[in-house]
């Protein structure tokens, strides 16, 4: 075949969740729920940040941008999962599809860098606290915000121009509920090892050395703290970093899940409920997890909540 960047499968039929009958309608409910929770809680906390001044800081401003990113997120998956569920699958068009993991892996990859960045404002804060208004000032949070979006994008990109020049002519059925690299790559006919190896290399700077940064902020965080010589002092510096580390726990522990470790003689619904913690769950749990372990943002909620009173 000497056609050049030929697509000749023009929808995607995703099978979504099979063989579920009998909790159809539990698990459509759930999903909904899920999906009203995340967005309803991330607007919160957008709104919050915009309303108290005290929330003004780098740190919440990272947050600000997280919570974009979860809902982006969501509202790229979420919806058409909804729909699979109770038509037992979905068309999507190719191009649709296309677009599905361009926003997935931007979301993906502009968290790990948000989550990179929000680690080193917290070692700032605690590591080197004298300089932190000096160092941590609105200009290098507006680059690293900046940065962020641009590079999580641009990556993603490059990969999806790569999977866009495949040739798909053959099965247009994929055993998931949203477009993944994976199952999009085994639709191709095409030779794809350089494209795997493309998005193998982009991995690196996308999700390795921001990890490799979160750990490595996180370590020098730690020592810090147990450096300290009084307990109060050591549980206050920990309850500074404690919801972005529950947070960075969750997010990378779901990825690693799903995409590190091996799933041979795994079956297919294991590994489609393992993807729902990191594409609908956690984004869920994000905004949650701020605000209950969050004094400034508990204190926000509650001088709020006299006002409307």
Not at 7 to 23: D, Q
Not at 30 to 38: D, K
Not at 184 to 192: D, K
Not at 214 to 224: A, L, P, W
């Amino acid at each position: 075949m000497n056609k050049k960047n030929l697509t000749t499968v023009s929808e995607i039929f995703l099978l979504g969740f099979k063989n579920i009958h009998n909790i159809k309608i539990l698990l459509f409910i759930l999903l909904l729920g899920v999906y009203c929770v995340t967005i309803c809680g991330n607007l919160l906390i957008m709104a919050l940040v915009s309303y108290s001044r005290t929330l003004h800081s780098p740190m919440y401003f990272f947050f600000t941008q997280l919570s974009i990113s979860d809902i982006l997120l969501t509202t790229d998956i979420v919806p058409n999962t909804l729909s699979g569920i109770i038509t037992e699958g979905s068309d999507v068009s190719f191009s649709g599809c296309i677009t599905q993991l361009f926003i997935f892996g931007c979301c993906e990859s502009l968290e790990c860098f948000l989550l990179a960045a929000m680690a080193y404002d917290r070692y700032v804060a605690i590591c080197n606290p004298l300089r932190y208004t000096t160092i941590m000032d609105f200009a290098l949070t507006l680059k690293m915000i900046i940065f962020a979006w641009i590079l999580g994008a641009s990556l993603i990109l490059v990969t999806n121009f790569s999977i866009f020049g495949l040739e798909f002519c053959g099965p247009n059925v994929i055993d998931h509920f949203f477009c993944d690299f994976t199952p999009i790559l085994e639709l191709s006919c095409s030779e794809t090892s350089k494209v795997e190896l493309e998005i193998l290399c982009l991995s690196v700077f996308s999700l390795i050395l921001p990890f490799l940064m979160t750990v490595t902020s996180y370590g020098s965080i730690i020592s810090t703290i147990l450096s300290l010589s009084s307990k109060l002092q050591r549980s206050k510096a920990f309850s500074t970093c404690s919801s972005h580390l529950i947070v960075v726990c969750m997010f990378y522990g779901t990825l690693i899940t799903v995409y590190m470790i091996p799933t041979k003689g795994v079956s297919l619904n294991a590994i489609k409920v393992a993807s729902l913690l990191y594409t609908v769950v956690t984004p869920m749990l994000n905004p949650i997890i701020y605000s209950l372990r969050n004094k400034d943002i508990t204190e926000t909620i509650k001088k709020l909540k006299k006002q409307i009173r």
